[in-house]
């Protein structure tokens, strides 16, 4: 059964003034550090406090990955797919430090198996990101990666690498932003840059919806002008997932439901010069996402 959209057309949505887009990306102005640090070498840590204490300190991200239960490192496509040459060279020449965790299920702690990045990786192998790197976000899961096949996201060894270039974000903002670049049409929204503006007025209707329980373009007329005021001409796509599913089925849910509208695709797909994605819950357990987009 195909997801629902809203009926309302696309370029309803738009509205186009002439101020032009004169503020950088959020990830560009928070990740503009020396080539020496974007060179340095990934710290493997085989410890997870170990791994933690060592992030806190070199003010990087903490990579950690959960082998199934009775599968060693020497047997892990995941370790090693983060053993590689090309793979590490990825990371090591992102914006950031990175430490690599790699953990046999059966020796997580019961703390580590309670916290709440288990849970988004379905209580069994996978791969989240913690956040050590930036201020705002620091000690918080901003990536997961779950092993176990979900009802839209199934795990491929090509996301790793995405997770290296990720913007500066919350888990919600870099789930949506996953699941557009890993679409298979390749959409190209995602190339310019992400906006904290427009990421704040994506995430602010995002939990709208979902306060309301309902999907649409509410107050878009008096929501689009400010943005302009500021930014420039924007436009809009939004989207529902079926109930009772995880963030990240959720997420890959309604990047299907956009490719499916060649209106909503069409603003997904393009190329701005700057957007904003993010996804919520509402009560009734569906997911409410949101794209904003200057073109």
Same mark, same amino acid.
């Given at each position: 059964?195909?997801?629902?959209?809203?009926?309302?057309?696309?370029?309803?949505?738009?509205?186009?003034?002439?101020? !032009?887009?004169?503020? &950088?990306?959020? !990830?560009?102005?928070?990740?503009?550090?020396?080539s020496?640090? &974007?060179?340095q070498? =990934?710290?493997?840590v085989?410890?997870?406090?170990?791994?933690?204490?060592?992030?806190?300190?070199?003010?990087?991200?903490?990579?950690?990955?959960?082998?199934?239960?009775?599968?060693?490192?020497?047997?892990d496509e995941?370790?090693?797919?983060?053993?590689?040459?090309?793979?590490?060279?990825?990371?090591?020449?992102?914006?950031t430090?990175?430490v690599?965790?790699?953990?046999?299920f059966?020796?997580?702690? =019961?703390?580590?198996?309670?916290?709440?990045?288990?849970?988004?990786?379905?209580?069994?192998?996978?791969?989240?990101?913690?956040?050590? !790197?930036?201020e705002?976000?620091?000690?918080?899961?901003?990536?997961?990666?779950?092993?176990?096949?979900?009802?839209y996201?199934?795990?491929?060894q090509q996301?790793?690498?995405?997770?290296?270039?990720?913007?500066?974000?919350?888990l919600?903002?870099?789930s949506? =932003?996953?699941?557009?670049?890993?679409?298979?049409?390749?959409?190209?929204?995602?190339?310019?840059?992400?906006?904290?503006?427009?990421c704040?007025?994506a995430?602010?209707?995002?939990?709208?919806?979902?306060k309301?329980?309902?999907?649409?373009?509410?107050?878009?007329?008096?929501?689009s002008?400010?943005?302009?005021?500021?930014r420039?001409?924007?436009?809009?796509?939004?989207?529902?997932?079926w109930?009772?599913?995880?963030?990240?089925?959720?997420?890959?849910?309604?990047?299907?439901?956009?490719?499916?509208?060649?209106?909503?695709?069409?603003?997904?797909?393009?190329?701005?010069s700057a957007?904003?994605?993010? =996804?919520r819950?509402?009560?009734?357990s569906?997911?409410?996402?949101?794209?904003?987009?200057?073109?």
């Amino acid at each position: 059964m195909s997801p629902r959209i809203h009926s309302r057309t696309l370029l309803a949505t738009m509205i186009f003034l002439t101020c !032009a887009v004169n503020w &950088r990306c959020f !990830a560009d102005n928070n990740q503009n550090v020396t080539s020496s640090l &974007r060179q340095q070498n =990934i710290i493997d840590v085989s410890n997870y406090t170990d791994a933690t204490r060592i992030a806190k300190k070199k003010s990087a991200m903490l990579l950690v990955s959960i082998r199934p239960q009775d599968v060693d490192a020497d047997h892990d496509e995941v370790t090693q797919h983060l053993k590689k040459h090309s793979i590490r060279k990825i990371f090591t020449e992102s914006d950031t430090p990175w430490v690599f965790c790699q953990l046999d299920f059966n020796e997580c702690s =019961i703390s580590l198996i309670q916290s709440t990045f288990l849970k988004e990786i379905r209580e069994g192998p996978g791969v989240c990101v913690i956040d050590y !790197a930036h201020e705002p976000l620091k000690g918080q899961v901003v990536s997961v990666l779950p092993r176990r096949d979900g009802k839209y996201y199934q795990f491929a060894q090509q996301d790793l690498s995405l997770l290296a270039y990720l913007p500066i974000g919350s888990l919600t903002q870099r789930s949506m =932003i996953l699941a557009v670049r890993r679409h298979a049409d390749v959409p190209r929204s995602t190339d310019g840059g992400c906006d904290i503006m427009l990421c704040e007025a994506a995430a602010a209707h995002s939990a709208h919806q979902a306060k309301l329980q309902k999907q649409g373009h509410h107050r878009w007329k008096l929501r689009s002008q400010q943005i302009s005021d500021h930014r420039g001409p924007a436009v809009e796509v939004c989207a529902e997932s079926w109930p009772d599913q995880d963030l990240l089925d959720s997420c890959v849910d309604c990047v299907s439901c956009w490719r499916q509208s060649p209106g909503h695709w069409r603003a997904v797909s393009s190329e701005h010069s700057a957007y904003g994605y993010d =996804i919520r819950r509402g009560k009734n357990s569906i997911w409410y996402a949101t794209g904003i987009f200057i073109h």
